[in-house]
């Protein structure tokens, strides 16, 4: 069973960058896909993107193209997700998730990250 | 990007009913579409993937069904700890994009 531990709460001014880590536990790391997904307060899920380590390939929804950089460290079986020029919109809570091999299906989660952007 | 669309929004019913929530793709996304259960505070479970194989370890009275662009998600008897929100997410294409969500309550 993988096990996902994101790491704390952050605040940050506007304008500014946050980078949430996302370190797994149990399978092997290099093999499965994390995506990361977030969560306004009061409202639904979003799809970021994720990143699949053995083919060192990345997947961003248009939306965040271009603010957002998922990338994975195989040596610690971590994954990091980047926000860039953060905005009082970016307030969440941003989850990772490992796709269940063979499908992107979400069959693990970290507890989330909350993410707050205020000035 | 694929539209996902949930109905109804929310709902209220008592213990022992039968909850049917409805997902709505934009396009056909064939049998690739799963459903979530997000309590509270905490992170989503994964229930029912390929539209109709409940997760390992998930109850039965969770069940789905539907393909292409038409899809449902049962809950044949509710329990008190069914209370929750529920969405629907497509991977046929990317981005993988979620249903805006179901809440679940007791009336």
């Known amino acids: 069973q993988v096990h996902l531990v994101q790491s704390g709460a952050e605040v940050k001014k506007p304008g500014s960058s946050v980078k949430v880590s996302c370190k797994a536990s149990g399978g092997t790391f290099s093999t499965y896909t994390i995506a990361w997904v977030r969560q306004a307060p009061g409202q639904g899920l979003e799809w970021m993107g994720r990143i699949i380590p053995i083919l060192g390939i990345e997947n961003y929804a248009q939306k965040f193209q271009g603010r957002v950089t998922i990338t994975a460290d195989k040596s610690t079986s971590t994954a990091y997700m980047e926000l860039s020029s953060l905005r009082s919109e970016d307030t969440a809570v941003y989850y990772c998730?490992?796709?269940?091999?063979?499908?992107?299906?979400?069959?693990?989660w970290g507890q989330g990250t909350l993410v707050t952007v205020s000035s | 990007d694929i539209q996902m669309t949930q109905s109804p929004s929310s709902l209220s019913a008592s213990v022992g009913d039968r909850v049917t929530i409805t997902c709505q793709a934009s396009q056909d996304i064939s049998i690739y579409l799963s459903w979530y259960q997000q309590k509270p505070g905490k992170a989503p479970k994964l229930l029912i993937y390929d539209a109709s194989n409940l997760e390992t370890g998930v109850p039965s009275r969770f069940s789905g069904s539907g393909s292409g662009t038409d899809f449902t998600f049962t809950i044949s008897s509710l329990q008190p700890e069914d209370i929750a929100a529920y969405y629907c997410q497509q991977y046929d294409t990317l981005p993988f994009t979620f249903g805006p969500g179901t809440k679940v309550d007791i009336k």
């Open positions: 998730a490992r796709e269940s091999p063979p499908r992107p299906a979400l069959d693990s």
